[in-house]
């Protein structure tokens, strides 16, 4: 089957005669796969309950008669203009009560019965015509669920709120008691009086706020859920997914993960961005291990500019085809791009196509067409897996908590952190896994843990299990402070871990804007910002201390012999040079080591092995050329050569990628 490569195809933006050229034109940029429809509803539906779904069978046909794999778009993300004016109460609001009208995209109210009763017609219809459609390969749900309505504050919404309140509390005392409403006389008698945190004079109850943004995922989750119910009956053996979006806070991937057959992800790296490929890295990282190392889907990318940041640069020579490659070795099976054909009109006639304005005799299609036939050239790297020795831990409850109002420092920020705690890893050519609190961790070396604020006493008894057992484990600042409920820990901070890393936190000082300190000890010294603690050590010793500001002479980087094995704690935001010493450290007491040894900065390397294949991938993100010298003599797939050739270095070219096998006999 090979990996699958295509895009969004959006037909209605073009007459009919432009079809076949479409098709002759995917067939030469080796296109296996495309994702159509997904903006299709207005033209399929144009009238309420009037069906015009003639047009969209000649697209399916077409594309199946060109052997055209098809994941076909539910068409339910932009409801039609007749929906929102026969039924207004679909539209969101903010929180501020102000509605979101139409004109753009994504102008529902998650939950809305109306909606959802509207798009899963939909959906019905699509199902049971396309059902056996030898083109159907996969279902797309929705697009980019929470991607601009990413929560609604109206009165619907607070209907179904207190309808989720109500299971998950059952009385309206024991909400009282999880939003600890004794304070600023906030006691609800009745589930009827409570609503959402909409805008308020000051800062809303931070554990209803805390609960709404868990209602918000769900409620984006039960719409993708109805649609899915819908699919499952119709067409049982087609397998169902849904485009997510890159550390996107409003979606819980961990949590839909258990609902997707494949994990799917848009993914725009920045060319401005000298180092994006790292933030790529973690969020590949996440897809591969959500669902416990399945190969997974990059179902957007560009393959040049956007349309969308203030500045949309196009991606330079090679760096399409790097970043492409980025995704498979990290684990995809798919690579994919927004869209195929360059809209003439629209939001998105800026946005690069495979095909773009300037059609095929253009830098653009090229690159696409050259990598469509590079990755057919190699057959057999889909199905294959990665093994990790690491895990970092990420957590959306504790994100969600850690972000919301009222903390020592509101600069906090639960992406920023999880990379600063990733970087040094990726750096060092180790393979990691980003996986949720709940996983099984006793397989893992290493176990790091940035910043998880909000922490269960069960979640921290596993932490102190995988350590006891012999677990090297790395603990961040402002971690285990705070239960499910958004309620302290009480017992001194970090409560449910002071036995585990051998410390007490006292005092927490965060770093104003623009303030560093210095951190001193041996290996580890340099400079801190952001935050710093109090620490008291309780069997601990300390490896690094602060050495100028308030807490100077106070520990800041700490390790504590537990069971058989190590916590370690880091009381601060080290700068990166630190953080790189530390976790080289942490590894090496570990016993992991990188994927291969001696990378020249710059190249990450991966490893996918099948039953009897195994390839290293080999991606120079930097700058320079450079040369990598192999353990044992490979064959590199993607050069000329002949089949039996091996060599025990590999020239990578600025932006190069070697894709090595063993070889053969
Ligand atoms: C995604 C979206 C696509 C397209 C693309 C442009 O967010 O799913 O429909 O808008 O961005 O980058």
């Not at 109460?89 to 139409?102: K, N, V």
């Not at 677990?471 to 600042?477: A, E, K, N, P, R």
Request: charged residues 20%; contains cysteine.
């Amino acid at each position: 089957m090979g990996i699958q490569f295509g895009g969004d195809y959006n037909p209605e933006q073009w007459p009919e005669e432009v079809w076949a050229e479409d098709l002759k034109l995917m067939k030469a940029a080796h296109v296996t796969m495309v994702t159509a429809g997904i903006f299709s509803w207005a033209k399929v539906e144009p009238r309420p309950g009037e069906w015009d779904f003639g047009w969209f069978d000649r697209v399916m046909d077409g594309l199946a008669g060109a052997g055209i794999a098809v994941c076909l778009a539910t068409m339910t993300a932009s409801p039609p203009p007749w929906l929102s004016r026969a039924h207004p109460e679909i539209l969101p609001e903010g929180p501020d009560g102000q509605r979101r009208w139409p004109g753009g995209r994504q102008h529902y109210c998650p939950s809305s019965p109306v909606y959802r009763a509207h798009a899963v017609r939909l959906v019905e219809q699509l199902a049971t015509r396309y059902a056996g459609h030898p083109a159907l390969t996969m279902w797309h749900v929705g697009n980019e669920y929470g991607c601009h309505t990413r929560q609604c504050f109206c009165e619907v919404s607070a209907d179904d709120f207190r309808r989720w309140l109500r299971t998950r509390y059952e009385s309206v005392d024991a909400l009282n008691a999880a939003w600890s409403t004794a304070f600023w006389s906030q006691a609800y008698g009745d589930f009827d009086e409570v609503l959402p945190p909409r805008t308020a004079p000051t800062f809303p109850n931070p554990a209803q706020q805390l609960d709404y943004l868990r209602f918000g995922d769900e409620a984006l989750r039960a719409c993708y859920l109805a649609e899915k119910a819908v699919l499952t009956r119709l067409t049982p053996e087609v397998p169902i997914t849904t485009n997510l979006m890159p550390q996107h806070k409003p979606v819980d991937a961990f949590a839909w993960s258990a609902h997707m057959d494949a994990m799917a992800l848009d993914f725009y790296q920045d060319p401005y961005a000298s180092d994006d490929h790292i933030r790529a890295g973690y969020v590949f990282d996440l897809m591969r291990s959500a669902r416990s190392g399945q190969p997974w889907m990059l179902l957007e990318q560009a393959p040049s500019a956007v349309n969308w940041r203030p500045r949309n640069g196009p991606k330079p020579p090679g760096a399409m085809r790097l970043w492409s490659w980025q995704a498979v070795a990290q684990g995809a099976d798919a690579v994919l791009y927004f869209q195929w054909r360059q809209s003439l009109g629209g939001a998105e006639k800026f946005h690069s196509a495979m095909l773009p304005h300037g059609g095929t005799d253009t830098r653009i299609f090229r690159e696409v067409a050259d990598l469509g036939r590079e990755l057919a050239s190699l057959p057999g790297i889909e199905g294959t897996r990665s093994r990790a020795e690491v895990a970092l831990l990420a957590d959306w409850h504790s994100w969600w908590a850690l972000e919301l109002d009222s903390k020592p420092s509101t600069a906090l920020d639960h992406s920023r952190i999880a990379l600063d705690h990733y970087r040094p890893l990726f750096e060092a050519g180790v393979a990691c896994d980003v996986v949720p609190p709940q996983r099984e961790l006793s397989g893992y070396r290493l176990v790091v843990v940035p910043n998880l604020y909000l922490l269960t006493m069960s979640g921290a008894e596993r932490l102190a299990a995988y350590v006891r057992a012999g677990g090297q484990l790395l603990v961040s600042f402002f971690s285990g402070i705070v239960d499910a409920h958004d309620r302290v820990h009480p017992g001194g901070y970090p409560a449910p871990l002071r036995e585990l890393l051998g410390l007490r936190v006292e005092e927490f000082w965060p770093l104003d804007a623009g303030r560093s300190v210095s951190v001193g000890g041996g290996a580890y010294t340099g400079r801190a910002d952001l935050w710093s603690e109090a620490i008291d050590l309780e069997g601990a010793e300390a490896l690094a201390h602060f050495t100028t500001g308030e807490l100077a002479g106070r520990p800041v980087v700490t390790r504590h012999t537990y069971g058989q094995g190590t916590a370690w704690y880091a009381g601060t935001r080290l700068d990166a040079a630190l953080m790189r010493a530390l976790l080289d450290d942490i590894r090496a007491a570990a016993g992991v080591l990188p994927v291969l040894p001696g990378l020249p900065a710059g190249v990450q390397a991966t490893v996918r092995e099948g039953a009897d294949e195994r390839y290293v991938f080999l991606l120079n993100h930097g700058a320079e050329a450079v040369e990598v010298d192999l353990p044992a003599p490979m064959r590199d797939a993607l050069a000329a050569q002949d089949a039996a050739g091996a060599t025990g270095r590999v020239a990578l070219a600025a932006r190069g990628v070697a894709v090595l096998t063993d070889p053969v006999g």
